[in-house]
């Protein structure tokens, strides 16, 4: 669950509000799609099936830290794997690596399965690859395990002021 969950403050549909509608107060359309939560399975391809979205739509959000200690948000196409090397150029740094996975509630709020560029506890840097674009809509977790946020990719751009690169392998 979310900090904001934990502590009381939505109910699992003011989720998407809460996220999509961040600090800046950018308004976006969204829709959310719930799915199954399978805790032997977490992957973004077990969730494409659940929700019937081809793969390349279901985006995975990852975090890594620089070699200057900044932590930064990755969202890439579900079944791919992230270049670090291409994250860590874009990004402007030497040296990019995944954070651990016990790093990632206490950086973002957020637990695996539920990683989100949006509403994180602090504003990181956002990175999205650039295939998200070839879409008219993606799909990236509300926050939460058991709930996507189906969105123009444009629209989370500008939510989050995210960078567009090529970031796969």
């Given amino acids: 669950l979310s900090l904001l969950q934990e502590n009381g403050f939505v ?13 800046k107060n950018v308004k976006i359309d969204y829709e959310l799609k719930e799915y199954k939560v399978d805790l032997n399975d ?19 959000t990852l ?9 930064i948000m990755a969202c890439i196409p579900g079944d791919d794997e992230l270049h670090l090397k291409k994250l860590a150029q874009v990004a402007n740094f030497k040296k990019v690596e995944m954070i651990h996975l016990k790093e990632l509630l206490p950086l973002t709020g957020y637990v695996r399965g539920g990683c ?5 506890k602090k504003a990181y840097p956002v990175f999205i690859d650039e295939t998200a674009l070839k879409w008219p809509k993606i ?8 709930e996507q946020i189906l969105l123009a990719p444009q629209d989370l751009i500008k939510a989050v002021n995210a960078t567009v690169a090529d970031l796969i392998k």
């Fill in 63 to 71: 975090v890594a830290r620089s070699d200057k200690n900044d932590i």
């Fill in 42 to 60: 977490l992957s973004a391809i077990h969730v494409a099936k659940d929700v019937n979205m081809d793969i390349k739509t279901v985006f995975k």
């Fill in 11 to 23: 109910d699992k549909y003011d989720i998407a509000t809460v996220k999509v509608v961040n600090k």
């Fill in 139 to 146: 799909a990236i977790s509300a926050g939460v395990r058991g």
């Fill in 116 to 120: 989100s560029p949006l509403g994180a």
